[in-house]
């Protein structure tokens, strides 16, 4: 057996047996909320959840020298109990204080990232920490609450306390893959695929900060896309299978493998690649250099370990992965888009060992996307 990686001199991810053992201390609920649970645990992620209150903001900010609370007192507009639930209005902007709670230790930070179906229900969100100027990441040693930043932009929806719309996982030195370790990863255990068939390294493309390229996949699929509608019923956000698909979505065709978005709409589309993810890793999306597209993309971009990984009874690898799912939207002008575009980046991080359930197995509700093909968010049907 292999030591853990940070013993080796490399950073890591934790994983689901090492996060487990940090609920109640490093990780903690706030005053008056439900203990951290196990079943929030993900491979090497952890859900967050909604707490009781929200804020409507007149407008969003960077945590800086004033306190976020300083920050609510003078940009706060409205006050909502989320007990019940509360509509959150299409194109506003709110702040909620979180269930959870952090004490690092020096040698731990965190990240931060939407779960899944926030990213694929069009909910831009963003972590926020006292005393630190970035989003979505909490600084080595952190002890304080934590805030999210919450703004529907496609559908108002209604949100209740308790509902999970971000995860956090907790990082210990540098775990990201270099380029040159990322192709040795590679020509080891092959991570993208064309159908069935395996790409060679010398087929996928490597960027300079130790990415793959994946590419968006219009052809072969019936429809190609789907778009938010532009009027849409209330959505309920953790109500799974609530929805009728058609109430909220516009299919997108593209029979000659291409087709134009519009300034402005939500697209979800699917990667040409299929992709898996070694158990001892996991893998975030990344945007592309906005050079080549006026496109926003990947809300939710983090992949636990097993995301499209399969193996037989003896653990032996089948070779096959999973496509990955694209959230994008154009920013100022109508934008052409063509079947096998380069549309984001796959970064791949070490994690300290396999965890014990891989992602898609075992108790928790992480399997719904990893036999997914253009799959939509958990609450909609059809």
Same mark, same amino acid.
């Given at each position: 057996?292999?030591?853990?990686?940070?013993? !080796?001199?490399?950073?890591?991810?934790?994983?689901?047996?090492?996060?487990?053992?940090?609920?109640?201390?490093?990780?903690?609920?706030?005053?008056?909320?439900?203990?951290?649970?196990?079943?929030?645990?993900?491979?090497?992620?952890?859900?967050? !959840? %909604?707490?009781?209150?929200?804020? &409507?903001?007149?407008?969003?900010?960077?945590?800086?020298?004033? +306190?976020?609370?300083?920050?609510?007192?003078?940009?706060?507009?409205?006050?909502?109990?989320?007990?019940?639930?509360?509509?959150?209005?299409?194109?506003?902007? @709110?702040?909620?204080?979180?269930?959870? !709670?952090?004490?690092?230790?020096?040698?731990?930070?965190?990240?931060?990232?939407?779960?899944?179906?926030?990213?694929?229900?069009?909910?831009?969100?963003?972590?926020?920490?006292?005393?630190?100027?970035?989003?979505?990441?909490?600084?080595?040693?952190?002890?304080?609450?934590? /805030?999210?930043?919450?703004?529907?932009?496609?559908?108002?929806?209604?949100?209740?306390? #308790?509902?999970?719309?971000?995860?956090? &996982?907790?990082?210990?030195?540098?775990?990201?893959? +270099?380029?040159?370790?990322?192709?040795?990863? @590679?020509?080891?255990?092959?991570?993208?695929?064309?159908?069935?068939?395996?790409?060679?390294?010398?087929?996928?493309?490597?960027?300079?900060?130790?990415?793959? =390229?994946?590419?968006?996949?219009?052809?072969?699929?019936?429809?190609?896309?789907?778009?938010?509608?532009?009027?849409?019923? %209330?959505?309920?956000?953790?109500?799974?299978?609530?929805?009728?698909?058609?109430?909220?979505?516009?299919?997108?065709?593209?029979?000659?493998?291409?087709?134009?978005?519009?300034?402005?709409?939500? @697209?979800?589309?699917? +990667?040409?690649?299929?992709?898996?993810?070694?158990? =001892? @890793?996991?893998? =975030?999306?990344?945007?592309?250099?906005?050079?080549?597209? =006026?496109?926003?993309?990947?809300?939710?971009?983090?992949?636990?370990?097993?995301?499209? /990984?399969?193996?037989?009874?003896?653990?032996?690898?089948?070779?096959?992965?999973?496509?990955?799912? %694209?959230?994008?939207?154009?920013?100022?002008?109508?934008?052409?888009?063509?079947?096998?575009?380069?549309?984001? &980046?796959?970064?791949?991080?070490?994690?300290?060992?396999?965890?014990?359930?891989?992602?898609?197995?075992?108790?928790?509700?992480?399997?719904?996307?990893?036999?997914?093909?253009?799959?939509?968010?958990?609450?909609?049907? #059809?």
């Amino acid at each position: 057996m292999q030591p853990p990686h940070h013993a !080796r001199g490399d950073g890591a991810l934790l994983v689901d047996t090492e996060l487990e053992s940090l609920l109640g201390s490093a990780i903690h609920a706030a005053r008056d909320a439900p203990p951290v649970g196990p079943a929030q645990v993900q491979p090497a992620s952890l859900d967050l !959840r %909604l707490g009781a209150r929200a804020f &409507r903001m007149r407008a969003g900010f960077l945590p800086g020298s004033a +306190s976020i609370a300083e920050r609510v007192e003078h940009l706060a507009d409205a006050a909502l109990s989320l007990d019940a639930g509360a509509r959150f209005e299409r194109g506003a902007v @709110y702040l909620v204080e979180l269930e959870e !709670r952090l004490a690092l230790p020096p040698e731990l930070r965190a990240r931060f990232n939407p779960r899944s179906s926030t990213g694929r229900c069009d909910l831009f969100t963003r972590v926020l920490c006292d005393g630190h100027p970035r989003f979505d990441e909490a600084p080595p040693g952190y002890r304080g609450r934590l /805030w999210m930043e919450v703004a529907p932009l496609s559908f108002p929806t209604v949100l209740r306390r #308790g509902d999970r719309l971000g995860q956090l &996982r907790l990082v210990r030195g540098v775990a990201a893959l +270099s380029t040159a370790q990322l192709r040795e990863l @590679y020509e080891r255990v092959p991570l993208c695929f064309d159908g069935e068939r395996a790409l060679s390294a010398d087929e996928v493309r490597f960027d300079e900060e130790g990415g793959i =390229e994946l590419r968006v996949g219009l052809s072969g699929r019936e429809p190609s896309g789907w778009r938010a509608a532009l009027e849409t019923p %209330l959505l309920r956000f953790g109500a799974e299978g609530a929805h009728e698909r058609d109430d909220f979505w516009d299919p997108v065709h593209a029979p000659s493998g291409r087709c134009v978005l519009d300034p402005g709409s939500f @697209y979800i589309f699917a +990667s040409r690649e299929r992709l898996r993810v070694p158990p =001892e @890793y996991a893998a =975030e999306m990344l945007p592309v250099d906005v050079g080549i597209g =006026e496109l926003r993309n990947n809300y939710a971009g983090f992949f636990d370990n097993g995301f499209g /990984w399969r193996e037989t009874a003896a653990g032996v690898p089948v070779e096959r992965g999973t496509p990955a799912v %694209l959230e994008v939207r154009a920013h100022d002008v109508p934008f052409l888009v063509e079947d096998g575009q380069v549309f984001c &980046r796959l970064k791949f991080f070490r994690t300290n060992g396999r965890p014990r359930r891989l992602y898609g197995r075992g108790r928790g509700d992480g399997g719904s996307y990893q036999e997914q093909g253009l799959t939509l968010a958990r609450a909609f049907r #059809g």
